[in-house]
T-cell receptor, first 111, second 114 residues
Framework: RKEVEQDPGPFNVPEGATVAFNCTYS??????FFWYRQDCRKEPKLLMS???SGNEDGRFTAQLNRASQYISLLIRDSKLSDSATYLC????????????FGSGTRLLVRP | DAGVIQSPRHEVTEMGQEVTLRCKPI?????LFWYRQTMMRGLELLIY????????DSGMPEDRFSAKMPNASFSTLKIQPSEPRDSAVYFC????????????FGQGTRLTVV
């Protein structure tokens, strides 16, 4: 089983739609979680960290469910510029600070 | 700061040749990663350094791959001999190694082995 798993998509949604992605992780001891965004042929960049109580940044909301070992990302009022691949990232906290990336979920926002 | 700097940006080489990829992390960052990205396998962690010491190299595919970090401002990833299946984008990333921190990626090296 992969350490971090995501639905590859693509999710094809119209502008203004609300879309949600889930990501599951295998190591129950994991403590740190992030969402990164990667545009086509570019490097990944941090979108937001995911905190235990859930957190929001404008149109983006991230949540953590420890019992079921998944994190989610909700995007409201989708913009064309949101089209990208969204990567779920976990720090497994196995005495190191390495970051394990999921394969990513591709989002296409159409006019 | 100029960010994480990788070179070359693109590399095309023939099978069997040695390839060296270079990375300059952000000054002050004490953790450095090398990742490989392909369509089939996504982003794979190859090796992780902390304070110039390799902490986890379990992702290095095989003996053909080696990585070094001789000082805090430079790291290399070497493939010898290269094979077509090594074709991928190789990313270097650095961060200050604490729990909730942002990793900064270089622009990547697109490697094609023919």
């Amino acid at each position: 089983r992969k350490e971090v798993e995501q639905d590859p998509g693509p999710f094809n949604v119209p502008e203004g739609a609300t879309v949600a992605f889930n990501c599951t992780y295998s190591n129950s001891a994991s403590q740190s979680f992030f969402w990164y965004r990667q545009d086509c042929r570019k490097e990944p960049k941090l979108l937001m960290s995911v905190y235990s109580s859930g957190n929001e940044d404008g149109r983006f909301t991230a949540q953590l469910n420890r019992a079921s070992q998944y994190i989610s990302l909700l995007i409201r009022d989708s913009k064309l510029s949101d089209s990208a691949t969204y990567l779920c990232v976990v720090n497994p906290m196995d005495s190191s600070y390495k970051l394990i990336f999921g394969s990513g979920t591709r989002l296409l926002v159409r006019p | 700061d100029a960010g994480v700097i990788q070179s070359p940006r693109h590399e095309v080489t023939e099978m069997g040749q040695e390839v060296t990829l270079r990375c300059k992390p952000i000054s002050g960052h004490n953790s450095l990663f090398w990742y490989r990205q392909t369509m089939m396998r996504g982003l794979e962690l190859l090796i992780y350094f902390n304070n110039n010491v390799p902490i986890d190299d379990s992702g290095m595919p095989e003996d053909r791959f080696s990585a070094k970090m001789p000082n805090a401002s430079f790291s290399t990833l070497k493939i010898q001999p290269s094979e077509p299946r090594d074709s991928a984008v190789y990313f270097c990333a650095s961060y200050v190694g604490t729990v909730n921190t942002e990793a900064f990626f270089g622009q990547g090296t697109r490697l094609t082995v023919v």
